[in-house]
């Protein structure tokens, strides 16, 4: 109930309110002394649940009201994720090292409580004011081999289960706040197995769920930026199983928000690991050219994404078997309509105009570099047909990505010289990158398409 004035309320009214009011318990602040009496509290409680257990192994009757008293303390300790501040106290006790042994626990619904006790711990952003001790009790947590535990202890999650379920998203999330303390564990968690049971989780045949999301959204910080990463997908077959999943949206638009969110960190993923020169040779073999070809050919959501894929797939010179093969596979017939089509303008996000634009005629510059003698032919020749409107159509572009880039500038008062760097970057970010792709197709053109 909202308590503003009370004058309004009949005299009645008023001494219920008030009578409440009184009647509701004042909350006592989380002091050190709480901490430390919580802390004697739990080991009590997880020593007696030891002793119980290791007593009466085949007798449940015996250990359970010991497995609720340690499950209670447990719901209790959740306050110490309020109190950054009291982590040292954490860290100087047995507590967290007495914490992680009740991960693989015998009663599954400990273990989720232990989970979710560390999801609320690692919170980066419980406390911006104590970033520091979180940080230590994070680095603590990874000596501890906590990537392993948690990745041993998926196993036996049933995600069938409403509170198992939710125990996986739990611990995605740790994983999540842990790589964001430290980006640099991003590979280590990796070797331990965090890669390996996204791939799986993805590859995983159910209806789309949260943690479907939560792991693609985590596969794709671990590939965004390291090497080793996107060498280890390809090398257990991760591009095959993501050109599995990206098949479904072939002939299906997701059906919500969140879906459209997880086939975006699908191609995300792959445009990542695409990066890699050997793991296009993977994606070529893999058919994933076929596939982005037919999804071209489709009016669905995901033809965008395709786009990118490919731009991704030809670019540089590791690109070159791709550009051949998909020349050859007839992939200009599908790409140079959509060349001529503008971006629809009825779109609220301009950024997503560019980037149809962008991922385009980056394809076409990468054909041009990349095509041999009789395939750049095709290619040019494209530029001839119907008397030349594909050049018409790429003046155009060139005019309205100059304009557009033509418009980035500091204020006066701003030294350009300092901000050199910052300005190239705001250009990439406004259309240099298309429109130096776009000067790149017109020079090739006028220096090699003479002829037709």
Sequence with gaps: ????????????????????????????????ASLRKLLTQFEKKFAK???????YPDNPEKFMDSEIELNQVLQEMHAVSTRPDFYPILLESNFLQSLLSLINHENIDISAAVISLLQELTDLESSMENLEEIKSLIDYLFEQQVFSLLISNFDRLDETNKDESEAVHNTLAIFENIIEAHPSLCVESSKQGLLAWLLKRIKFKGPFDSNKLYAAELLSILVQNHDENRKLVGEMDGIDILLLQIAYY???????????????NLFDCLCSCLMLPANRLKFLQAEGLQLMRLILREQKNARHSALKVLSYAMNNLEGKENCQAFVEMLGLGILFPLFMKPADSRKKKNKENYNYDEYIVSIVSSLLKNCSDDNKKRVIGKFVENDHEKIDRLLELYFKYSEQVDKVKFSDEEEEEDKADELYLKKLENGLFALQAIVYIIMDIYINGQES
Excluded: C, D
Excluded at 18 to 29: G, R, T, W
């Design 250 to 264: 072939k002939k299906h638009n997701p059906a919500s928000a969140e879906e459209y969110e997880y086939m975006e």
């Design 49 to 55: 649940n030891q002793e119980m257990r290791i007593k």
């Design 1 to 32: 109930m909202k308590i503003g004035n009370l004058e309004h309320l009949t005299e009645k009214e008023r001494l219920e309110v008030l009578k409440m009011l009184e009647s509701e318990p004042e909350v006592e602040p989380f002091t050190e």
